[in-house]
């Protein structure tokens, strides 16, 4: 987990884009596999209290809710660099 946090740490402060790729790398490191391939199947937490289903189109969602993100920290940036002028 530190690793994944360490990773996580270099790559904000590097300034990188959040993509699917970034999140997909941080899954792998945190749970010590090669490969970290979107879920195949619906997601349960809290003991089965809470699922997370799977629609066709549930990956894409999260591209584009992870797009969206980086582009509204990119506007949050931009905005920061004009305070004070």
């Known amino acids: 987990m530190l690793t994944a946090y360490d990773d996580v740490r270099l790559e904000a402060a ?3 884009n959040l993509t699917s790729n970034l999140l997909a790398r941080w899954n792998r490191i945190i749970r ?3 490969l970290a391939a979107f ?3 619906p997601a349960h937490a809290k003991n089965g209290r809470d699922r ?4 066709a189109d ?3 969602q999260l591209a584009s809710v992870v797009s969206v993100s980086d582009s509204s920290r990119q506007r949050h940036d ?3 660099m004009c305070v004070g002028r």
């Open 14 to 16: 590097a300034g990188a």
């Open 32 to 34: 010590g596999v090669p």
């Open 39 to 41: 879920r195949r199947a």
């Open 52 to 55: 997370y289903g799977l629609h």
């Open 58 to 60: 549930t990956e894409h």
């Open 78 to 80: 931009a905005a920061s």
